[in-house]
């Protein structure tokens, strides 16, 4: 059964609205414009039932199951979608214990994943293993800010992948988590740690200058936001040039809608996230006007 975009916006989960980069297009004009459709996921942590019925809040709800029925209602309704995934695909339940992976790299590849890109709990079975659950992937892991060089991930993890949908040039590319002091050393090995707002500004240059991307999406493992000088992505947003939207991970942050944060330039950068154990699924709903008009983004994060 196909689901109108007005079943969606009833079903969310948590707050929904009209963010605007930065102009609110007349409904008129963005019916006839070309519209791209964001759906995201983080820290879903090898959650593949649903929770169990406990009595807990979260009783009865999530499951991989219900995630690929509502992503292909989704596909259903909307001509031009991709699916991400901002990390800590792994750790969490007996599944990862024994499969190590390979189920949700699995299921992630049916469910039709676009790209995904690194959380410090996808080492927790060592680089070594990550790097054999690739082979059960038909997405691509990305990370702009890990250097694995003499790693087993050497020339296996990309920094960014560009997708055209109705002509629409969307760049995407990753940033983790430093994980000195977070993950132990014997499982991330050579992995080197670059600061992320260099290399995120220095990704989204290239995907703008160089790629001639329309929008470039960070799919952050960075945590939403921190008390301290530890970067997040509000201080990733503030710092940026270019970034359009940060869909973000980590710190299990249950966002009632994306928020706009202005970067460098004054420009506003859209940061999303949807807590964590496939609970929801956050979708934005992008419009492109063309002739210099500017984007708008509508939000809603839909419970599983």
């Not at 609205?17 to 791209?36: C, I, K, M, N, Y």
């Amino acid at each position: 059964m196909t689901v109108t975009r007005r079943t969606f916006l009833h079903r969310a989960a948590v707050g929904g609205g009209l963010l605007l980069l930065p102009g609110l297009l007349r409904s008129e004009v963005a019916s006839r414009t070309p519209r791209l459709t964001i759906l995201h996921t983080n820290d879903w942590h090898s959650r593949i039932d649903p929770f169990p019925d406990d009595g807990g809040r979260n009783a009865n709800q999530g499951g991989a199951v219900r995630r690929a029925n509502l992503i292909a209602q989704v596909r259903n309704a909307e001509p031009n979608v991709l699916l991400f995934d901002s990390g800590d695909i792994f750790q969490g339940t007996p599944y990862f214990n024994f499969f190590q992976g390979e189920l949700e790299m699995k299921l992630m590849s049916q469910m039709g994943y676009d790209a995904g890109t690194i959380g410090n709990h996808d080492f927790d079975g060592g680089i070594d293993n990550l790097a054999t659950q690739l082979q059960h992937a038909t997405f691509p892991l990305l990370s702009a800010n890990y250097d694995f060089n003499g790693t087993p991930l050497q020339d296996r993890i990309a920094p960014y992948r560009v997708f055209v949908k109705q002509g629409i040039r969307v760049g995407v590319f990753g940033l983790g988590i430093e994980l000195d002091g977070l993950v132990p050393k014997s499982l991330y090995g050579a992995t080197a740690y670059q600061d992320p707002i260099e290399r995120g500004n220095d990704t989204a240059r290239h995907l703008r200058t160089r790629q001639k991307c329309d929008l470039v999406v960070c799919l952050s493992h960075l945590g939403y936001r921190y008390t301290g000088s530890k970067v997040d992505d509000v201080k990733l947003a503030a710092a940026s040039r270019g970034i359009d939207l940060i869909l973000g991970g980590h710190t299990h942050t249950f966002l009632d809608a994306a928020v706009t944060v202005p970067n460098e330039l004054g420009e506003p950068v859209i940061i999303n996230q949807v807590g964590f154990g496939g609970l929801r699924l956050g979708r934005l709903d992008i419009t492109f006007p063309g002739g210099g008009a500017r984007r708008c983004v509508a939000c809603s994060n839909l419970r599983v």
